[in-house]
DNA sequence: AGTACCACCTGACGGC
DNA sequence: TGCCGTCAGGTGGTAC
């Protein structure tokens, strides 16, 4: 469950549960994962140092150890992380371990293998060299305005590109237009100064709550409740609709969310 | 430049 | 019960 406010999750999940904590070993068990790097190559760098710090950008984690270099990790879309006493049972589909001091462990998890782990120098080096826009959550409303204004087609296509906008994914990008009122559909080009500044508030609204909620129990209105085709919208009856939209489903409220209304909306 | 489609992976679920 | 198609919050490459 990978976009931005799960990843801000994770991130302070590390920050209460790993940091400070020495580095007593390094586990590789899946070299897909880690792209070919070498369990060797991941002691060779982690072992025997802290993590001292947690830092996120868009969708990507950071964990900063003494020494100063980075484990970053991605996540793909079923990655997770898992801290625990090593007296336990492993979690499913551990990829990499790092034991810790105080005979813990964290654990990253992948059922589907599609995000990697990694090593880097330099978190704002990695990021310009992938070409990663700012991060949706720090990200001022005139850049955005700015940004989506350069840019032609699908809104959500937008949203979704992490070059233009680091963080939001296919669940957030519906949400965020579902609470603004815009069609998944809708052209940047149809929008005025006026949407694209709600686009904004909407986005941060949506971000800054989903982080709050920890991600699960979001406002019964939300369509993040109930997001599939033929569920009732909380906000005005109709059915929910799915349409393939930038090769990935799109869920709307044909009502709420209606084609080419633009600044119509409140 | 923007879009569609495929590939990479595994698991869950519904229909037959 | 087993098999098959479809879908799932990721990115990256290709072809138009």
């Not at 001292?52 to 079923?78: C, E, I, N, P, T």
């Not at 499913?92 to 992948?110: C, E, I, Q």
Request: aromatic residues 10%.
């Amino acid at each position: 469950m990978p976009e931005l406010p799960d990843v801000e999750v994770l991130k302070r999940y590390i920050k209460s549960t790993s940091l400070g904590r020495f580095i007593e070993g390094v586990e590789v068990r899946d070299l897909r994962v880690t792209r070919g790097v070498s369990a060797r190559r991941f002691r060779y760098a982690l072992r025997g140092r802290s993590i001292v710090k947690a830092d996120r950008h868009g969708k990507y984690l950071f964990a900063g150890v003494s020494g100063g270099s980075w484990l970053v990790m991605h996540f793909g879309m079923s990655g997770s992380l898992s801290f625990y006493s090593r007296g336990e049972e492993e979690p499913g589909y551990t990829r990499l371990v790092l034991k810790l001091s105080g005979f813990s462990a964290l654990a990253y998890t992948s059922v589907r293998r599609l995000g990697f782990v990694s090593l880097v120098a330099d978190v704002k080096m990695f990021i310009d060299a992938k070409g990663i826009g700012p991060d949706a959550l720090v990200i001022d409303k005139d850049t955005f305005v700015e940004l989506f204004r350069s840019r032609k087609g699908f809104v959500k296509s937008a949203l979704m590109d992490q070059r233009v906008l680091a963080g939001l994914g296919n669940i957030y990008s519906d949400e965020v237009l579902f609470q603004s009122g815009i069609h998944p559909g809708a052209r940047i080009e149809e929008l005025g100064r006026i949407d694209l500044e709600r686009l904004f508030r909407k986005m941060k609204h949506v971000l800054d709550v989903a982080i709050d909620r920890r991600v699960k129990r979001f406002p019964g209105n939300w369509l993040i409740q109930n997001r599939s085709a033929g569920a009732t919208c909380k906000r005005c009856g109709s059915k929910i609709a799915r349409e393939k939209l930038v090769g990935r489903s799109s869920y709307f409220c044909p009502r709420c969310q209606e084609k080419g209304l633009g600044s119509l909306r409140p």
